[in-house]
């Protein structure tokens, strides 16, 4: 147990370190490029090129430039933006660290819940027409794209239909803190709150179908209805419960793809001054040392989930712990 | 073990695995419907020059002063805004009469019919080219990391880890904005900054290991199999056994990957190109005509609605597709569909 937890450690230190290389490399060592030209932004003056070039250290070894750029982002926390001067990245990544999170939480229960009905009813009825139009509308909610739907959300919420009494209570688009006005804030991210957990609602109601329904094949499954437990108990109690396992490893993954992605863009689109929002506006301006800190941050932070979901799965299932 | 398997096996000529599959694949209705719609977007988009010419617009320059005839009447694309101050113009809004501005014109007066078809061929073309580059790298490293094992197994399968634990878009996103501006320069290959073979690399090298992984698998299961190990006894070059033992039997699981990864591609070049860091203007695509229509979102929403409405029904035809194929050549496989 104690081995693979730190196995597990030891593997997710790996995986950041190999990320920040990665990062490293992309940004500094692209072929062809010159890093100081884009740090500097466009029409950068000589002056402000030597500048660069000397605060980056671009005539050190590449190693030396490494470590330079890794402590600027950890460990002193003084990088700072090249548009805006003087501006500190640091802080203002952890400034909208709150407004993604209460995104994506608040996504990921609406996500649980609904997928968790869809998949139960669907696999109960399964072969039958609802089964069928379940599945489909899972299947048209993960080809849409999710900044398109929050357009489509924006449309017909802000503006169409704001007048009537379906979306009068939308407030205009934008965050509020949740310790400063908490039914604005719950008010704010309802829309955002659906748009993002569209995608996921069909991806895991599918998933979770198709999981119960293959277990529902097992021996397991025979012998409770040999003993005469109900259908309903039959699936809830026992189909469930093992489909469940592959739900909760999925969650790990996906929590990490919707941080790095779906949030970026469902961020962008309600105008929440978001981790990824901050990404897209640095990205507008080629503003790279705020992308850099960003992409570490975000990506650090889902190597993290997925390590922490894969030791939670060590302690509620003893035969991973072997494996 | 079933009653069809008995009568399969008992017509005299056995169908050969491929026949085999295309059949149950032709008996899925929802898949052949699938495909039908798939090709039918693939033809509208190939004669977007032809609609174009007949429509008598340039879709990729702005033309702001062109008029509109609409019932006998000369209309100017663009009209004196009726909202706010009155300063300023909104394009024409859709006239539905084909050749003639159908969806109406976006914030250049040009139109956005003809930008859509066009468009729809540059995020086709992206999506299908994308998923080669994918396959391609796919089943390079999975074939070197699950049959060679050892040392080149080890250096691949952590390189993939790496990739696989990095978000898609956040490594797309900083490959895309290192490259947009400059292009890139490997010696060999040089890819022009605006060129649209820069998105095809970058979607097709962020979803590498998501195939990799899986093919890898497979590999090392066929590496112990007899006729693997008896091949490699009889002292038949490596190569030789990659190319006529191996890579036929993970075909299978390629042939599914296609219209999965072509969903899975089509959606993240439109987000990227959303974010103006995919397809570069002049040129179009479904995701760069959504970002125009953005602007125009409430007084002319048919800019962005329509590509929108064209993504969700091309990815949702891949996606059928992706699902009967998947159940004719493969129904064992864990493959999930749009995970990104």
Redesign the interface.
Known sequence: MIFALLQRIAQMLFVMFGISVLVFLIFFATPGTDPAARIAGRNASPEVLEAVRRSFGFDQPMYVQYLTMMKKIFITGDLTSFVNRGWKVVPAVMDTIPVTLSLVFGAAILWVVFALIIGIVAAATRGSWVDKTLMMLGLIGISMPVYWLGEVMNLLSQNRYHDTWIFSWVPPLGYKNFSDDPKGWFLTLVIPWITLSILYIGLYGRVLRAAIVESLQEDYIRTARAKGLSETRILLRHALRTSLVAFVTLFGLDFGALVGGSALLTEVVFGLQGLGKLTYDALLNLDLPIIMTTVLYASFFVVMANAVVDLLYMLLDPRVRTA | MTVASGTLSATPKSRGPWATALRRLLRDRAAVFALFIFVLIVVLCLLAPVYAAWANTDPFTSTLDAVVHINGQDVPVMEQSTEGLGLGYTPIGPTWQIGNYFLGADNQGRDVMARLLYGGLNSLLIAGMATVVTLFFATLLGLAAGFFGGIIDTLIS??L???W??????LA???S???I???????IITIESGSLWLPIFIIGVVYVPYVARPIRGQVLALRESDFVLAAIGLGVPSYRILLRDILPNVSTTLIVFVPIMM?LNM?TE??LS????GVQPPDASW?TI?QD??NL??TR?MV??AP?IA??IT??AL??LG?GLRDALDPRSKI?????
């Open positions: 952590r390189f880890d790496i990739l634990a990095f978000p898609v878009y956040l996103i900083s490959l904005i290192v490259l501006a400059q292009g890139l320069n490997l010696g969903a959606i439109s987000a959303f974010l103006s860091i995701g959504i229509g953005q979102l409430y929403p962005a609605l929108g993504i969700v990815v949702l996606n059928v699902d999930r569909i749009g995970r990104s």
